[in-house]
């Protein structure tokens, strides 16, 4: 069988500076440039092409807030991103053990009506009572994530005893339990952030922000735990590993 060949597809300069953007911007979230970013004429030659592509490329990532630039201080990572694990059940203080300290700010923590979707997924009745906890969080001296948690009635009233404010529910909703959780069902999305949460979290409006739903059951399969936070996408890679299964 004759080998195929395929013609080369000239790239265009927008896509080629994505491309260098793309690597680097995995690069410096490896830690790869902790003492600054090789020079412009530098990175043409690794990645063989022009001075302008490269500019391009940096631009794109001075836009994201990730580096500095300048005339004679070089080009310099602003800031480094958290990785937030995809493998485990974890809370965000068990997610970033080691990392620095986690606080936080309990904004509102009181009993309410669930709404109805709410109360559907947490399998209660219409119009039953739910603990609703709302909280800044922060990573150091970062406001990283705004969450809202919504408890079953029994754990969240328990819960409530309890201070919250260098805690994760998750340790405290085992140890009222006296189970395990056991499993969690979730989506994330990219939405833009509200005026208002915005501000919270100090982030321009309209900023990304990654949007974490996840439903937490306890190890017999009773839904408990039902939040919805939003974590600051400037701060935070969401991170798994995956592995294909036989189809």
């Known amino acids: 069988m004759a080998e195929t060949r395929l013609a080369p597809q000239p790239i265009r300069r927008a896509d080629r500076a994505r491309q260098v953007a793309?690597?680097?911007?995995?690069?410096?979230?490896?830690?790869a440039y902790d003492v600054g970013l090789p020079g412009e004429t530098e990175l043409a030659d690794e990645f063989v092409v022009s001075r302008n592509i490269v500019r391009e490329a940096l631009s794109s990532l001075k836009a994201e807030g990730l580096i500095n630039r300048g005339p004679?201080?070089?080009t310099h990572v602003a800031q480094h991103k958290y990785d937030h694990g995809l493998?485990?059940?974890?809370?965000?203080?068990?997610?970033?053990d080691g990392q620095g300290e986690v606080r936080n700010e309990v904004r509102v923590a009181s009993a309410l009506?669930?709404?109805?979707?709410v109360a559907r997924r947490l399998r209660l009745e219409a119009g039953a009572q739910v603990v609703?906890?709302?909280?800044?969080r922060y990573l150091g001296r970062v406001p990283l994530s705004l969450d809202q948690t919504y408890l079953t009635p029994d754990v969240g009233a328990a819960v409530l005893a309890h201070p919250l404010e260098g805690s994760?529910?998750?340790?405290?909703?085992?140890?009222?339990?006296?189970?395990?959780l056991g499993a969690a069902t979730l989506a994330l999305?990219?939405?833009p952030a509200d005026p208002h949460s915005a501000a919270i979290l100090q982030i321009p409006d309209g900023a990304a922000v990654l949007m974490l739903e996840r439903?937490?059951?306890?190890?017999d399969g009773r839904p408990v735990d039902l939040e919805y936070i939003r974590m600051r996408g400037d701060r935070v890679t969401m991170r798994g590993n995956l592995t294909r299964s036989n189809p």
């Open 22 to 31: 793309d690597v680097l911007r995995h690069q410096i979230h490896a830690g």
């Open 189 to 191: 999305e990219a939405i």
């Open 215 to 219: 439903l937490t059951s306890l190890d």
């Open 113 to 117: 009506t669930a709404p109805p979707s």
């Open 168 to 180: 994760d529910v998750f340790p405290l909703i085992e140890q009222i339990s006296g189970q395990r």
């Open 72 to 74: 004679r201080t070089g």
């Open 132 to 136: 609703f906890i709302e909280r800044l």
């Open 87 to 96: 493998d485990a059940l974890l809370g965000l203080q068990e997610t970033f």
